[in-house]
């Protein structure tokens, strides 16, 4: 076994074009560091609908040059098998270790395969590439990223022609042709031969970022911005200008690409202390909302002012602005289907029901929203919005960021805030109230483990509310495709429970719905929210054993 592992890793390090991840390799060849070897040689890191996604390193098991040339690959052979043999594929890529590489790699195999590739002009937005794809009339693109996961992490997402990313069974199937590859030297990397995208393919999707707000509207709220150490600042500033907002204050320490993410634990909005330094800019600024988004710019965080919040401002949740942005749109006369994932809150469907829109649940990913027939909003709680579909099949963070900018201007001018139109909503349809129950693990057998045990004696009762239903998400529903998750319907309460499909942990989304009685009784519904959710997730806890 020591020394098959040992012959596996020198066979790897003979083909690794990387000087980097071969010093890496090399130095646990020489030392026989059996267990970091192992680690490395477990397994392959596997495609999935999410592509490819892991820490920068040597070996199968990570993200490098060797595992990126062997699924460009494989997505050619992809590609040229349905019959797209000499079509265009778009390479998009952010600012992380080895991105740049990564699309390069990228743009030599789809040329040496006999296809057209064409590289964006610098590390840029998600949006961006998911709007080139169509734009350009590509066959597939592909954008290097890994949103928001640790600095050691990179990955590698695929759309295809439709600009949606993939979905079963294409990702099936291009594992399969990634399999497939032989040794890196028989397949072809030729050193030139591809197109390098001016910036005349931003110009295009900026000027679309018009196409999200009325004309003639409001444009007065004040941000403040923080791109999180990632690539949103030049776009969304531009974004800005165009649309005539006042110029968003940046959080300085966060608003140039820095791939090693110095001031955040984990560069998402989401986690505790990621927006502790854009509430101490706002503080000083004193604007309207604070404005973030992840490193990739497809997610978009906003915060409020709020006296009663410690600080002086306040997160809103994903579902709070996925509401907002639909109140805001159905104001302003769309037609057309809102859309949302299955741990999404349920307000959405009350507010589409209410106007008279079609409404459409999906399982969780922009990968299955951004295919509902008809779409023209659809949101996910992970702080994911596509305000725009004919522009962009995908959550957009730049798009959503001016949507909200111009719903807080509207407010502005009639002396209200996004606050005062979450009550509203409370008051229109009920106090949904989310949260989420979320567990990062070392040990993936953790999760499995939870999965197990709640399918095997499954709650009957939590927070004292009876569950009158319980759902194997795997074995599919009338309207779904089966996932891996469970959900139990609870009288006046919601519960989803599913691994993450792209970071190492199990995730319970929770909601729950109170009546509200008046105005005067927002706060007593909050409270009575918070305590159930509270309890929700105490219970949840124990029956899953984390």
């Not at 296809?115 to 954008?143: I, Q």
């Not at 294409?170 to 040794?183: C, H, L, N, S, Y």
Request: hydrophobic residues 45%; glycine residues 10%; contains cysteine.
């Amino acid at each position: 076994m020591q020394q098959d592992l040992i012959t596996r890793a020198r066979t790897w390090l003979a083909e690794d074009p990387d000087p980097e991840t071969r010093a890496e390799l090399a130095g646990l060849i020489d030392s026989e560091d059996l267990a970091a070897l192992a680690d490395r040689f477990a397994g392959t890191l596997q495609f999935g609908t999410a592509g490819l996604r892991g820490e920068i390193g040597a070996g199968p098991m990570r993200m490098n040059r060797s595992v990126v040339i062997r699924a460009a690959a494989g997505l050619a052979a992809y590609l040229k098998a349905h019959g797209q043999d000499g079509g265009l594929v778009v390479i998009g890529y952010d600012a992380r270790y080895k991105s740049a590489d990564f699309a390069r790699d990228t743009a030599a195999v789809m040329t040496g395969a006999g296809l057209r590739a064409a590289v964006l002009p610098r590390p840029l937005p998600t949006p961006v590439l998911a709007y080139a794809v169509r734009h350009l009339g590509a066959v597939a693109g592909v954008e290097v990223t890994a949103s928001h996961n640790p600095p050691r992490d990179n990955g590698y997402k695929v759309y295809l022609g439709d600009g949606s990313q993939i979905v079963p069974p294409a990702d099936a199937e291009i594992a399969a042709a990634i399999a497939a590859v032989g040794p890196l030297d028989g397949v072809p990397r030729p050193e030139s031969g591809w197109e390098i995208l001016g910036e005349d393919v931003l110009a295009a999707y900026l000027a679309r970022t018009d196409a999200v707000l009325s004309p003639g509207s409001p444009r007065s709220a004040r941000t403040v911005y923080t791109a999180m150490h990632g690539v949103g600042t030049s776009v969304l500033t531009a974004a800005f200008a165009r649309a005539g907002f006042p110029e968003p204050v940046l959080v300085a320490e966060q608003a140039e690409p820095d791939p090693a993410f110095p001031t955040v634990a984990f560069p998402n909005p989401e986690e505790p202390g990621a927006m502790d330094l854009a509430f101490a800019t706002a503080r000083r600024a004193g604007p309207d909302l604070v404005i973030a988004n992840d490193p990739d710019a497809d997610r978009c965080a906003v915060a409020v002012p709020d006296p009663s919040a410690e600080g002086g401002w306040r997160m809103l949740r994903g579902d709070e602005v996925g509401a907002l942005l639909a109140a805001h749109l159905v104001d302003r006369g769309v037609t057309g289907v809102l859309a949302e994932s299955i741990v999404s809150s349920s307000l959405l469907g009350r507010i589409a029901d209410k106007a008279g829109l079609g409404y459409e649940e999906t399982l969780t990913g922009f990968k299955w929203i951004a295919r509902v027939e008809g779409l023209r909003y659809g949101y996910e709680e992970a702080l994911g919005y596509c305000v725009d579909p004919e522009g962009v099949r995908d959550k957009d963070g730049i798009t959503a960021a001016l949507l909200v900018a111009e719903l807080a201007s509207v407010l502005k001018e009639k002396g209200r805030t996004l606050l005062d139109l979450l009550d509203d909503l409370a008051l229109a349809h009920g106090l949904h109230a989310t949260d989420q129950l979320s567990v990062r693990v070392e040990d993936l057998t953790v999760i499995a483990d939870a999965m197990r045990r709640l399918r095997e004696t499954p709650p009957t009762a939590l927070a004292g509310l009876p569950v009158t239903s319980a759902e194997d998400l795997s074995l599919g529903t009338d309207a779904l495709p089966p996932t891996d998750g469970l959900r139990y319907h609870l009288t006046g309460a919601r519960v989803i429970v599913r691994p993450s499909g792209t970071e190492p942990k199990l995730k319970c989304y929770l909601e729950v719905v109170v009546p509200v009685s008046g105005r005067d009784g927002l706060p007593e519904a909050r409270a009575k929210g918070a305590e159930l959710l509270a309890a929700v997730k105490r219970d949840l806890s124990a029956a899953a054993g984390i």
